[in-house]
């Protein structure tokens, strides 16, 4: 059972801003351990898309955004296209586990 | 540009092992750590641990210690991944990413590679 939740699914309409949460204890993002997203289309490897909260990586368009508050960490996706439809997952650092942990990922929809 | 090319699949059967390599280019091999990461089919990513390409040091998610080995060969550029008594629930896509640090992102990754464990 991972220690980073988030939820099932989620869907939009083409244009539309979704947003993916990913909730964590204080021993992961509640103690300020950064938190990093992969975005996994179907049939492809992950490929990350916030590193450190909130940075972009070269080349992910400014429609991907990240941020925290507390034992949570978000993803925003603004301007929804069907290419964006795969999976999506938050990771971070958790001191009970002395290790990296992934949550447990979030299936996009765009309807 | 920077690439991970991991080896193809891989059919095992129950308690022998794997070994799966990630040949990397474009980018000082030295200077990186790399990850590994495995996907059981339908499933989510799982963090198996860290090797540095630096000094060779080693960090293992608690599930793996004892039954996995990462390393790195600097004169082919190439990290591996062993796995040592496989079970049927090994069966999984195993990723290799490059991670600057232990505890950091991987910020580019492999293709991934399908081994199946199968009597």
């Known amino acids: 059972q991972s220690v980073l939740t988030q939820p099932p699914s989620v869907s939009g309409a083409p244009g539309q801003r979704v947003t993916v949460a990913c909730t964590g204890s204080?021993?992961?993002?509640?103690?300020?351990?950064?938190v990093h997203w992969y975005q996994q289309l179907p049939g492809a490897a992950p490929k990350l898309l916030i590193y450190?909260?909130?940075y972009r990586p070269s080349g992910v368009p400014d429609r991907f955004s990240g941020s925290k508050s507390g034992t949570s960490a978000f993803l925003a996706i603004a301007g929804l296209q069907a290419e964006d439809e795969g999976d999506y997952y938050c990771q971070s650092y958790d001191s009970s586990l002395s290790g990296m942990l992934f949550g447990g990922g979030t299936k996009l929809t765009v309807l | 540009q920077v690439q991970l090319v991991q080896s193809g699949g891989e059919v095992k059967r129950p308690g022998a092992s794997v070994k799966v390599s990630c040949r990397a280019s474009?980018?000082?091999?030295?200077?990186?750590?790399f990850t590994w990461v495995r996907q059981a089919p339908g499933q989510g990513l799982e963090w198996m641990g860290w090797?540095?390409?630096?000094?060779?040091?080693?960090h293992y998610a608690k599930k793996f210690q004892g039954r996995v080995t990462m390393t790195t060969d600097a004169a082919t550029s190439t990290a591996y991944l062993e796995v040592r008594s496989l079970r049927s629930d090994d069966t999984a896509f195993y990723y290799c990413?490059?991670?600057?640090?232990?505890?950091?992102?991987?910020?580019?990754w492999g293709q991934g590679t399908l081994v199946t464990v199968s009597s």
């Open positions: 450190g909260d909130k």
């Open positions: 990413a490059r991670e600057k640090w232990a505890n950091s992102y991987g910020d580019y």
């Open positions: 204080s021993s992961n993002i509640g103690a300020r351990y950064d």
């Open positions: 090797n540095s390409a630096y000094n060779g040091n080693t």
């Open positions: 474009g980018f000082t091999f030295t200077t990186y750590g």
